[in-house]
């Protein structure tokens, strides 16, 4: 089975970068979707395909991948930025993988 | 605007049925999959299956298949999720989501259904 690996939390200051990774095997050939989930919230679509950001979703959003490591960047962080950021792929036998979460906290 | 708006939460006993519902509106509903994804408290997300509103065909993801029902009525634009034997460690958040038309992510989600089974 394939998992997707997750650092369970990371804080940073407001107006900082956050470089949330999410490790895979070979994840450079596969295509990474990210969902941020606010506290007693649904989750909500912030990058897929890797870097394409939903209508909606700033700029200061980004995404990059290397051969086993995609990463969301979230530049000039807001306190409404605080919240579980998941990553996840879509294998080809239907098999849909979701990394643990990790949980950023604006400090 | 794509909505899709769940049914509230429900406390339950186990052995007892239940049925969830996610009605969507804001595009063509019955074109596209609709995932039923879990949430165990304070853990993460979880697919437990796929509906396709059209031929109301289904894919349960193994841990699922045998424990719940997916079914859907798409002259109202609804998907349903159903238990006939609810278990205690079936409590959590329950989120309908559109699935893309590239059957790669989910676009769009409920806004989740709480399920709390106890005795």
């Known amino acids: 089975s394939y998992d997707l690996t997750q650092a369970p939390s990371m804080s940073v200051a407001p107006g900082q970068t956050a470089t949330i990774p999410c490790g895979g095997d070979n994840i450079a050939t596969k295509s990474v979707h990210w969902y941020q989930q606010r506290p007693g919230q649904a989750p909500v679509l912030v990058l897929y395909?890797?870097?394409e950001r939903p209508s909606g979703i700033p700029e200061r959003f980004s995404g990059s991948k290397s051969v086993n490591t995609a990463s969301l960047t979230i530049t000039s962080v807001e306190a409404g930025d605080e919240a579980d950021y998941y990553c996840?792929?879509?294998?080809?036998?239907?098999?849909?993988?979701f990394g643990g979460g990790t949980k950023l906290t604006v400090l | 605007e794509v909505q899709l708006v769940q049914s509230g939460s429900e406390v339950k006993k186990p052995g007892e049925s239940l049925r969830i519902s996610c009605q969507g509106s804001?595009?063509?509903?019955?074109?596209?999959?609709i995932a039923w994804v879990r949430q165990r408290p304070g853990k993460g997300l979880e697919l437990m299956g796929l509906f396709y509103p059209d031929d109301s065909e289904t894919l349960h993801r193994p841990p699922f298949q045998g424990q719940v029902t997916f079914a859907g009525d798409k002259s109202i634009n609804t998907a349903f999720l159903e238990w006939h034997n609810l278990q205690v460690t079936d409590s959590g958040i329950y989120f309908c989501?559109?699935?893309?038309?590239?059957?790669?992510?989910?676009?769009?989600w409920g806004q989740g259904t709480l399920v709390t089974v106890s005795s």
């Open positions: 395909e890797d870097s």
């Open positions: 996840q792929v879509w294998l080809p036998s239907d098999e849909v993988i």
């Open positions: 804001g595009y063509n509903f019955e074109s596209y999959w």
């Open positions: 989501a559109s699935v893309s038309g590239t059957m790669e992510y989910f676009d769009f």
